[in-house]
């Protein structure tokens, strides 16, 4: 791994855009003394690089030790941030609330009480219109502070009010937080585990979510004690693998957000998460209407200035756009034009290399890789799946599997008869070792042992047993892992029948469209903002 991922300055430097780079070169020379010139020097050459390189920026920097160079970065740093926070202050609740904050503490700190009172009165305001219960919590501190030491006789019966108000908002804080723990850990459990094999893992699951669900929590009408909930209870049922759960609570994800629109703008990031679990769990069910629908929407708002004015939304907003489109040609069958997508798929990858996560590049390459598999070109799915083979992150249990059964099977496809006794022999280990295998994959891995030298006419008869084998294992909950991340149903229909597997899904696909077409779809039009 290069130094480009482990230098925190050169991470920033690079993540800025050219609005950013231009107001911190004004802020620097208006404000600065002449050491802090050096420091635009400094800026100027790591701007400049490519990858990280230390000799460079002392030869760029004459007379300069290592050492020097290091405090050099470290006020670089600080500065670059501080230009930040006054570029970005009008764009965040969170950035205007602080600074308000501060501003009341400036005026506190200089004896000028009531005027300190005056604006964390507004602060709370603007918290209370934004559901920011958890800044409130050091907004009445420091009242308290104030009335506590200073007797201003700002209102009367101030003490008991402020009492009240911080036993209020101490409560709601820790609904939330309890409630956000609780996804978060869900969420967790998902990336490091995969779906649920079992009933072990079912109740181990359903067990955590009780033991840690707050008292009273359906009663809660407060905007972030339903996100998080609605975000724990989405991620349970996605990792019970009960999907229509799942789309109900991703649905309703979604919905808290269209019912307090104002919400959108502050919480951009769970909004846009929220669009691409609702689209998963379109996939997952094969709501074709309904996911293409939600898909525009999700590319109408993705088009606002409010995501492609600010890095982190347009990132986020491409890698799960990205994902749903691929998903669109696996549920029509149309893997050979969705290779279409993948030349700027990769250019933006590479766009964006510093700010994606293993994981989630992991999943974009698996998706790739299934477009090639399905298109029948197995050398370039092989490709696109050693990129996660080869990975070793700890995450993503059942993407590492799937990815090393696909690519056995690539290798089954390609004839490498070779290998394919030990590589069957290396997956299976694996997955075994993982305790991993579900009755579909055994079935999998029994078929590619016997089979893997018989010549076509016996070859047949293997493949229509194993898929009248597993076919009633479709509504099986913990069996649709396998389907989720192969189609082996359409892939072994294809090899009885002689069709690509493209072919077989685009017919089922027609074959489900006709017989939705009467059914009505109503589609609501969602005016964003260009902001």
């Not at 799915?381 to 599997?401: A, H, P, R, T, V």
């Not at 009633?472 to 389907?483: D, G, V, Y």
Request: glycine share 4%; with cysteine; net charge positive.
């Amino acid at each position: 791994m290069s130094n480009r991922s482990h230098d925190i300055l050169f991470q920033l430097i690079k993540s800025l855009e050219k609005a950013e780079k231009r107001h911190f070169k004004l802020y620097i020379k208006r404000s600065s003394a002449k050491e802090d010139l050096k420091i635009v020097r400094l800026f100027d050459a790591i701007d400049k690089l490519d990858e990280y390189d230390e000799k460079y920026l002392l030869k760029k920097l004459p007379g300069t030790e290592k050492r020097q160079l290091y405090n050099l970065k470290t006020h670089l740093y600080k500065e670059i941030l501080a230009s930040l926070r006054l570029l970005k202050s009008a764009d965040s609740i969170d950035l205007q609330l602080h600074e308000q904050f501060d501003y009341a503490h400036i005026l506190y700190k200089k004896g000028l009480f009531l005027q300190s009172l005056k604006i964390l009165e507004k602060a709370k305001e603007m918290a209370r219109t934004n559901h920011k219960y958890n800044f409130m919590t050091q907004v009445i501190s420091l009242e308290k502070r104030i009335e506590t030491l200073h007797i201003t006789r700002s209102m009367q019966d101030r003490a008991e009010q402020l009492s009240q108000e911080a036993m209020e908002i101490t409560t709601r804080n820790q609904t939330v937080a309890q409630l956000s723990n609780l996804a978060l850990q869900l969420y967790s459990w998902y990336t490091r585990h995969g779906h649920a094999r079992n009933e072990e893992d079912e109740n181990g699951v359903r067990e955590f979510l009780q033991r840690n669900m707050p008292k009273g929590v359906w009663e809660q009408k407060g905007f972030y004690e339903r996100l998080y909930l609605y975000q724990s209870m989405s991620w349970y049922a996605f990792i019970r693998q009960d999907f229509l759960m799942y789309y109900r609570y991703t649905q309703k994800w979604v919905d808290l957000f269209h019912n307090q629109r104002l919400m959108i703008r502050v919480e951009t990031g769970h909004y846009i998460k929220g669009l691409h679990n609702l689209l998963n769990a379109h996939f997952d069910l094969r709501n074709f209407k309904e996911f293409e629908k939600t898909l525009r929407l999700f590319e109408e708002f993705s088009r606002t200035d409010r995501v492609q004015d600010h890095e982190n939304f347009r990132i986020q907003a491409f890698i799960y756009t990205a994902s749903a489109k691929i998903n669109q040609h696996f549920m029509t069958g149309t893997f050979r034009e969705g290779l279409a997508l993948v030349p700027d798929i990769e250019l933006k990858l590479k766009e964006y290399a510093i700010f994606l996560d293993s994981h989630r590049v992991m999943v974009i390459n698996y998706k790739i890789a299934m477009l090639y598999f399905g298109s029948q070109d197995y050398k370039t799915s092989i490709d696109y799946l050693q990129k996660i083979i080869y990975e070793d992150e700890g995450l993503g249990n059942d993407l590492q599997c799937y990815a090393r059964l696909v690519h056995l099977m690539s290798h089954y496809e390609l004839g490498n008869d070779s290998i394919i006794e030990s590589l069957t022999k290396s997956v299976y280990r694996f997955m075994a070792k993982l305790q991993n295998l579900t009755v579909v994959e055994e079935g999998i891995f029994q078929f590619l042992k016997k089979t893997w030298n018989l010549s076509p006419r016996q070859l047949k008869p293997e493949l229509e047993k194993l898929l009248q084998k597993i076919k009633h294992l479709e509504k099986n909950r913990f069996e649709t892992r396998a389907f989720a991340y192969l189609d082996i149903i359409s892939w072994l229909e294809s090899k009885v029948t002689g069709k690509p597997m493209g072919t077989i899904i685009h017919e089922k696909y027609l074959q489900s469209k006709r017989r939705f077409d009467d059914e009505p779809v109503i589609i609501e039009p969602r005016v964003f903002s260009k902001n």
